[in-house]
C-alpha cells in the first residue's frame, strides 16, 4: 500500500511563550490538514511526537490530549518517544498503520515548549535521553556526549574546530533564507570560534538553540488519496530504525553513529535505493560534529571525510548532496519532539518545489533523526512525482 | 529520583577497590552491570570478573555549562577512560584540569547525598 503525505506544516520555530504544548500542536496539525484539505473528523491515527514534556509541563498522556483539543477525539491517539527522535517515529509509525492497510488517514507530528523553562531545567530534561547512571550522574550533559565525539573524532581524523564551524556558517544562512527558522543571522567561523565554550570543542554556536515549536504532516493511503480527490506527489517510500548502546562509553568507536548506518540500511533496501540516489537531506544537526557523523553514516561521504561536506561546498544548496537547506536545528531551531516531522515538513516542500531554498529538480529526499547521543536512529525516504 | 541498586553495589566497589566487570564466556565480549545478556551474541553467559583500578584516557571534553546537579561546580572536565579488560567508563577528572589522550589515571568514586555515587579519574603521575 502506498502511503502519501497529502499535506504538511510547520509553526514558526522560536520562542512562544504565550502558547502551550496543546495549543502549538494544534496550530501546526490545522494548517497540515489544510494543506491537505481534510478536516479533523478524517483522521484516523494520531501519532505525536513529545519529548520532554512530563518534566516541563507536568502532563504525560500526550496523545490523548492533543487528539482531544485538536477535536478528532475518533483517532487512536498515542505518544511516541524516542528522545530527539520521537516526531520520526511518530512518522513511521503512521506510515506503517497505512502500509499495512490498517487505516487511512494518519496525522503524524510533534511538538515541544521548551523555552518557558530555565536553560538549566532544559538541560536537565533533555539529559534523560542519556544513561541516568553511567552519564548523568558523573554530570554529563548532552553537549559534553556530543563533544566527547566531537574529540574522539578531532583525535582519529586530524580534523579542526574551524572545519566543524563550518557546518554552522552553511546552516545559519540557509536559515535566514526559512521564514521559519529560530536564528535569522548568518555567522562565520570565526564567530563560531569566538562564541563562549558550552563542552570543548564544541561552542555556543556549535549548537542548536532551545526551541518551542510543532510540526505535522497528513498521510494518506493512495486509494484514499484517489478516492477523495486529494492532490498529493510525494510518497513515504521508506523507513529504518535502530538502536545502538545507550551510554556512549559502550560504543567501541566513539566517533561511528552505528544505529544510524542500520537504520539507514534498512531505509534504502525499504525504499529500493542507495545514498547515490538521494537528492535533497535534512538530518540531525544539534551540534555541528553531528551532521558530520551524520553525512558519514548515511553513505554520502567516507568515514573521517564529513569535513569536506561544508568546507567544500558538497553538502551547499547548489552542492553534489544539499544538506540541512532549512537551516537544520542549528539555525532553524529543534523542538525535540517536532524535529523529525519538521524535517518531514522541510523535505516534502523540496520534492513539491515549493521550499525557500528550493533544490533543483529533486525526486528522492531523506531525513535522519536522532534521539540521544545515538542510542536510537530513524531514517525516512521521500519520492516526489516525477 | 530512586537510587539504582546495581549501580550503588558497582560504586561502591571501586571504593573497596575491588571494581568489576562482565565478561561473556561464549564470546569473550566485555561489558558493565547490570546486563543479564551479553549485547554482542545474545547469550546469558555474562561472568563477573575484576577490573583493573586505572585506565588510559580515551576522550575528553571541559564543560562549562551544566545541569542542575553540577551547576555550581563548573567548569569541570568529564572524561571517557579505556581499561586493559576492554570496558570503558566515564567520569570525572580529579587533581587536573586537563589531561592528554592516552593518559594513564585511576578510577575513583565520591559520595553525593545519601546513596548517589559518582565515578571520578585522577592522573597517575
Ligand atoms: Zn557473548
Known sequence: MTVQIAGVASTPFGEHPDSSTRELFTDAALEALEDASLSVHDVEELYAGNFIGDVTDDQGHVGAMLADYLGARQAASMRTESACASASSAARSGAQAIGAGDADVALVGGVEMMSASGIEEVTDALANAADNEYENEAGLTFPGIYALMAQAYVNEFDATQEELAAVAVKNYENGVSNPISQRQEETDVES??????????????????????????VLVSESYAEERGLETTVSFVGSGQA???????????????R???RAAEDAYERAGIGPDDVDVVELHDCFTIAEILAIEALGFFERGQGTRGAVEGETAV???????????????????????VAQIVEITKQLEGRHPNQVEDPTVGLTHTVGGSGASCVVNVLRGGE | MIVQPWFVDFAEGIADGEPVY??????????LPPRAVCPECGTRTLEERPLSETATVTSSTRIFSSIPAFADETPYTVVIATFDEGVRLTGQLRDADEVELGETVAVGVEQRGDDEWLVTFSPTD
Open chain 1, 192 to 217: 563560531v570560534l569566538d562564541s563562549p565554550p558550552v563542552a570543548t570543542p564544541l561552542n555556543l554556536q556549535d549548537c542548536c538553540p532551545i526551541t518551542d515549536g510543532a510540526s505535522a504532516a
Open chain 1, 243 to 257: 538502536s545502538d548502546s545507550l551510554a556512549l562509553q559502550d560504543r567501541p568507536d566513539l566517533a561511528r553513529t
Open chain 1, 259 to 261: 544505529a544510524a548506518e
Open chain 1, 318 to 340: 547548489d552542492g553534489r548532496i544539499p544538506v540541512n537547506t532549512s537551516g537544520g536545528l542549528l539555525a532553524k531551531g529543534h523542538p525535540v519532539g517536532a524535529t523529525g
Open chain 2, 22 to 31: 562482565l565478561a561473556c564466556e561464549d564470546c569473550d565480549q566485555v561489558a
